[in-house]
């Protein structure tokens, strides 16, 4: 399994300009150590563009278009959007919280998260971050984070609140899949109140058009999601997608197309096995008012 490990993996804006960056150079048939001498820049540095590993300047992709031969007014604005894009991207709402959040590269989930336009999360053992309340929240971070004193806790629940409001709501809103375990909802974070208003939140949520929540049943027993949680992101064309998988330390992401194809099979497997959306805030209803009894 190829898994790739970044701090802060690269916007959208920036792979799709490695790759158009890529293809033209193939297209005049030049080397990138032929177009480090013409151009009288570092190869290296060129070949870190190349691959989505930095950015770079208005500047210098002029002068890589013109040696391209790209006339084009058209062809060449639209690279220098992306370029443009790209240094935008760098200044995201959450550079705020950039000491609570790198330890554990959750950074770099968010800035793939902002890029996305189709989000599916499978969960066994939490409820996934986007739909969480905020009480629940904070118990499960200062539960996951002993290492955090309260003011980190509180900033991490902040920005998971703020998650929910960017990616969720408001006209560039993501659409969010969302599978989880019934063991989600049978173990008990924070009180049994968070554990009712959480199962609320979640049978609201699933209402809203661009949002879809299904639980898989304990009854099902054995199941092609038992070894973890993951989230398969969707980018604009022409960029690929993702699989994220987080872990205490050193979260990660795929990209090579087999281990995407690998999730995406997964994902339409519990798609399948799970109680469909309406029978899914049935059931998720039908357990908030076990905790009442």
């Known amino acids: 399994m190829a898994l790739k490990r970044s ?13 158009r960056l890529k293809e033209l150079r193939d297209a005049t048939g030049l ?22 590993e930095r950015g770079t300047t208005p500047i210098l992709i002029r002068a890589l278009l013109d040696l391209y031969g790209v006339d084009d007014e058209h062809r060449r604005a639209d690279v220098l959007d992306l370029v443009r ?12 919280y950039s000491t609570v959040l790198t330890p554990t590269r ?16 499978y969960q066994p053992m939490l409820v996934p971050g986007l739909l969480q309340t905020e009480d629940y929240a904070r118990a499960v971070i200062s539960q996951m984070r002993k290492d955090l004193s309260p003011s980190q806790v509180e900033s991490l629940v902040r920005v998971r609140m703020e998650r929910q409001d960017s990616r969720l709501n408001g006209s560039n809103s ?26 609320r939140k979640l049978v609201e949520a699933s209402e809203q058009p661009n949002i879809k929540v299904q639980l898989l049943p304990l009854s099902l027993g054995a199941h ?3 070894y973890g949680p993951f989230v398969i992101l969707t980018f604009p064309h022409p960029t690929p997608r ?23 099979d997964t994902f339409e497997q519990l798609k399948s096995a799970a109680f469909d959306s309406s029978d899914s805030s049935t ?11």
């Open 85 to 96: 894009a790209d240094k935008e991207q760098q200044k995201p709402w959450w550079r705020k």
């Open 106 to 121: 959750y950074d770099g989930y968010l800035a793939l998260e902002a890029d996305a336009t189709r989000l599916a999360s």
């Open 283 to 293: 059931y998720i209803a039908r357990i908030s008012k076990e905790l009442e009894e």
């Open 174 to 199: 993501a659409r969010l899949w969302a599978i989880l375990d019934e063991a989600v909802l049978r173990r008990t974070v924070g009180s049994i109140e968070v554990m009712r208003d959480q199962m």
């Open 7 to 19: 701090l802060v993996p690269q916007s959208v804006y920036r792979r799709q300009l490695a790759a």
């Open 242 to 264: 993702l699989v994220w998988l987080e872990n205490s330390k050193n979260s990660v992401y795929l990209e090579s197309p087999e281990d995407v194809d690998n999730y995406t």
């Open 31 to 52: 080397t990138l150590a032929e177009v480090a001498g013409r151009l009288e820049v570092n190869q290296g540095s060129l070949s870190r563009i190349e691959n989505g």
């Open 224 to 226: 092609s999601g038992l």
